[in-house]
Nanobody, 120 residues
Framework: QVQLVESGGGLVQVGGSLRLSCAFS????????MGWARQAPGKEREFVAG????????YVKDTLSGRFTISRDNAKNLVDLQMSSLKPEDTAVYYC?????????????WGQGTQVIVSS
């Protein structure tokens, strides 16, 4: 059974940066595409970034491009989301997901989420 555990969330001021990390266990991490999604209060969950099994291809939601970067370390079974120039609208619970393909908005496993609050 796949387990995903996010870390790195917290309270940050506008313009600040955070790096979220997701630890994967239970299967061979390097076989799977991964992604990050977020859910803001009162809104639907949305995917923000995805990365292929070997990190060779990745995507970031257009409106977040230039501020968010996804990366992975297959030796450590980690997938990270680097966020910079944070805005209040980035406040959300951020979830790590094992996606069904790179860039898919479908996931078959989710982490429990980590809260990010951007204060002005």
């Amino acid at each position: 059974q796949v387990q995903l555990v996010e870390s790195g969330g917290g309270l940050v001021q506008v313009g600040g940066s955070l790096r979220l990390s997701c630890a994967f266990s239970g299967r061979t991490f390097s076989r799977y595409a991964m992604g990050w999604a977020r859910q803001a209060p009162g809104k639907e969950r949305e995917f923000v970034a995805g990365i292929s099994w070997n990190g060779g291809s990745s995507y970031v939601k257009d409106t977040l491009s230039g501020r968010f970067t996804i990366s992975r370390d297959n030796a450590k079974n980690l997938v990270d989301l680097q966020m910079s120039s944070l805005k209040p609208e980035d406040t959300a619970v951020y979830y790590c997901a094992k996606t069904r393909c790179t860039g898919c908005h479908n996931a078959d496993f989710w982490g429990q989420g980590t809260q990010v609050i951007v204060s002005s």
